[in-house]
């Protein structure tokens, strides 16, 4: 909540004429609402300005530049007003510069630290922009792959507007790159939505600024029926794929008997399955949501030595001292042993030992999911599929498949772990009892014989017949 900011200082500047701030605040006050900020955004933005012009009294911003933004800004910390409310004076007074007076001002960059945490690190430098968000994203708990989405999208829309801060920068200029990714990059919706996320992020929960109300051009996004194929097809895949020590495959066939996706199948841990109940938990799925799935009868021998195997690798990694994987939040610091159970690993163990990524511990991370993309690809092209067939489609498949068979459509949602029960309704429209099932009436022409074609042509003309007497009837 906004707190007006009481100043009282020496007079021995003249003041200004009275009407002059009040004709330069309305100005602002219109372009304001021009650009289609919110009112309360629109008040808070007009009054930052009126105590920044009071502070210096009453001096025209015009005459004013960055040591005076400056000192304007030392001020506010020093009187207690945290660095969210620094930043939205500030970008107050960049907006006021860059669009009401029209002159770009070198503005001085806010620390990040708030004031009780600066006397802790004396002379630290603040951190970079990028660095700050990715500080931000992983307080956040975002995966890594969202990370490093976000943190491309920033460095797109900086790089687009040739190295500005996005602090000088506004909802014009996120509308003009959302705008451009549509027009000129004809990316997809979700492609230009995630764009407008990882932006949304950068102003909000990093910088702490508001942006207006975003009307760029968006993207055209067409109805697509998903490829599913048929059991026939799915087995023919399935036989075909090769490659690790017959592994791929074993995943291959857990993504179509569960309807996992590649990435919650390459992640899955030992301890997720429960050999007694027949299930398995998916962890951490598409918007960081658990659900379970069940375990198939037919993979329960395979992924029994498959476990076995697995429990030798991780012994061996044991008497190495390399025994190291990722756990979720803070698990690692509450339970430091759990990194070398066997429960915590990854089924699907990579052959090679690579880096973790945030904490640089060596250790064995999953099959990578690239690698389990290529097997696929490669054999449904020897098969001969000329299907677009991708790990994605055994998904698809699961799904098509389980309604076919007359599964309540909820509890395949369940399944899917899809929010909405309108996302799973698309498979119905791939159904073989749907539309594939209705008879095209040229199948049918073969069928009729010249007995029912000369009663259908005597029928028309009796009609035509019917119709002519009545058109005279009526006219007469």
């Given at each position: 909540?906004?707190?007006?900011?009481?100043?009282?200082?020496?007079?021995?500047?003249?003041?200004?004429?009275?009407?002059?701030?009040?004709?330069?605040?309305?100005?602002?006050?219109?372009?304001?609402?021009?650009?289609?900020?919110?009112?309360?955004?629109?008040?808070?933005?007009?009054?930052?300005?009126?105590?920044?012009?009071?502070?210096?009294?009453?001096?025209?911003?015009?005459?004013?530049?960055?040591?005076?933004?400056?000192?304007?800004?030392?001020?506010?910390?020093?009187?207690?007003?945290?660095?969210?409310?620094?930043?939205?004076?500030?970008?107050?007074?960049?907006?006021?510069?860059?669009?009401?007076?029209?002159?770009?001002?070198?503005?001085?960059?806010?620390?990040?630290?708030?004031?009780?945490?600066?006397?802790?690190?004396?002379?630290?430098?603040?951190?970079?922009?990028?660095?700050?968000?990715?500080?931000?994203?992983?307080?956040?708990?975002?995966?890594?792959?969202?990370?490093?989405?976000?943190?491309?999208?920033?460095?797109?829309?900086?790089?687009?507007?040739?190295?500005?801060?996005?602090?000088?920068?506004?909802?014009?200029?996120?509308?003009?790159?959302?705008?451009?990714?549509?027009?000129?990059?004809?990316?997809?919706?979700?492609?230009?939505?995630?764009?407008?996320?990882?932006?949304?992020?950068?102003?909000?929960?990093?910088?702490?600024?508001?942006?207006?109300?975003?009307?760029?051009?968006?993207?055209?996004?067409?109805?697509?029926?998903?490829?599913?194929?048929?059991?026939?097809?799915?087995?023919?895949?399935?036989?075909?794929?090769?490659?690790?020590?017959?592994?791929?495959?074993?995943?291959?066939?857990?993504?179509?008997?569960?309807?996992?996706?590649?990435?919650?199948?390459?992640?899955?841990?030992?301890?997720?399955?429960?050999?007694?109940?027949?299930?398995?938990?998916?962890?951490?799925?598409?918007?960081?949501?658990?659900?379970?799935?069940?375990?198939?009868?037919?993979?329960?021998?395979?992924?029994?030595?498959?476990?076995?195997?697995?429990?030798?690798?991780?012994?061996?990694?044991?008497?190495?001292?390399?025994?190291?994987?990722?756990?979720?939040?803070?698990?690692?610091?509450?339970?430091?042993?759990?990194?070398?159970?066997?429960?915590?690993?990854?089924?699907?163990?990579?052959?090679?030992?690579?880096?973790?990524?945030?904490?640089?511990?060596?250790?064995?991370?999953?099959?990578?999911?690239?690698?389990?993309?290529?097997?696929?690809?490669?054999?449904?092209?020897?098969?001969?599929?000329?299907?677009?067939?991708?790990?994605?489609?055994?998904?698809?498949?699961?799904?098509?498949?389980?309604?076919?068979?007359?599964?309540?459509?909820?509890?395949?949602?369940?399944?899917?772990?899809?929010k909405d029960v309108n996302t799973t309704m698309i498979y119905t429209?791939?159904?073989?009892?749907?539309?594939?099932?209705?008879?095209?009436?040229?199948?049918?022409?073969?069928?009729?014989?010249?007995?029912?074609?000369?009663?259908?042509?005597?029928?028309?003309?009796?009609?035509?017949?019917?119709?002519?007497?009545?058109?005279?009837?009526?006219?007469?």
């Open positions: 909540m906004y707190v007006p900011i009481g100043h009282t200082g020496s007079d021995h500047n003249p003041p200004a004429t009275d009407r002059q701030a009040p004709k330069l605040l309305d100005k602002l006050r219109m372009r304001l609402e021009s650009r289609r900020y919110r009112p309360d955004t629109v008040s808070r933005f007009v009054e930052w300005n009126r105590q920044f012009i009071l502070f210096h009294h009453k001096r025209h911003p015009a005459s004013m530049g960055r040591e005076e933004i400056e000192t304007f800004l030392d001020h506010l910390g020093q009187s207690g007003y945290g660095v969210g409310l620094q930043a939205q004076a500030r970008q107050a007074l960049a907006f006021l510069y860059r669009e009401v007076l029209g002159q770009t001002v070198p503005w001085p960059e806010i620390a990040r630290l708030r004031p009780e945490a600066e006397s802790s690190f004396p002379g630290a430098q603040p951190p970079k922009l990028l660095d700050r968000a990715r500080a931000v994203l992983r307080a956040r708990h975002y995966s890594v792959r969202t990370e490093e989405c976000y943190l491309d999208w920033m460095r797109r829309y900086i790089l687009f507007h040739k190295k500005r801060h996005p602090l000088e920068m506004g909802g014009l200029e996120v509308e003009e790159f959302l705008t451009h990714l549509a027009v000129q990059g004809h990316v997809s919706i979700s492609t230009q939505s995630q764009a407008l996320h990882a932006l949304l992020f950068l102003y909000q929960q990093v910088l702490e600024v508001e942006l207006p109300l975003i009307r760029a051009i968006k993207s055209q996004r067409p109805r697509r029926l998903p490829v599913v194929m048929t059991r026939a097809e799915v087995r023919q895949v399935l036989q075909a794929i090769d490659g690790y020590a017959g592994l791929y495959q074993l995943m291959a066939r857990l993504m179509y008997g569960t309807g996992m996706r590649l990435l919650e199948c390459c992640g899955l841990r030992v301890k997720d399955i429960d050999w007694h109940r027949n299930q398995i938990v998916v962890r951490q799925g598409k918007g960081d949501k658990d659900r379970v799935v069940m375990l198939p009868g037919a993979l329960k021998a395979a992924l029994l030595k498959q476990l076995d195997v697995r429990r030798g690798q991780h012994e061996k990694d044991l008497s190495r001292g390399i025994a190291h994987v990722p756990l979720p939040d803070a698990l690692e610091r509450k339970y430091p042993n759990a990194v070398r159970e066997l429960g915590w690993q990854f089924l699907f163990a990579s052959r090679q030992l690579s880096r973790d990524p945030r904490s640089g511990k060596v250790g064995r991370f999953h099959v990578h999911e690239a690698a389990l993309q290529l097997a696929i690809s490669e054999r449904v092209r020897a098969v001969g599929l000329t299907k677009r067939v991708s790990s994605h489609t055994f998904r698809h498949s699961f799904a098509t498949h389980l309604l076919e068979r007359g599964i309540d459509i909820r509890t395949v949602q369940e399944l899917l772990g899809h429209h791939v159904m073989e009892k749907g539309v594939a099932r209705t008879a095209s009436p040229l199948d049918n022409l073969d069928a009729v014989t010249d007995a029912e074609m000369m009663a259908a042509v005597a029928a028309s003309r009796d009609l035509a017949a019917m119709q002519k007497a009545t058109t005279t009837l009526v006219l007469r």
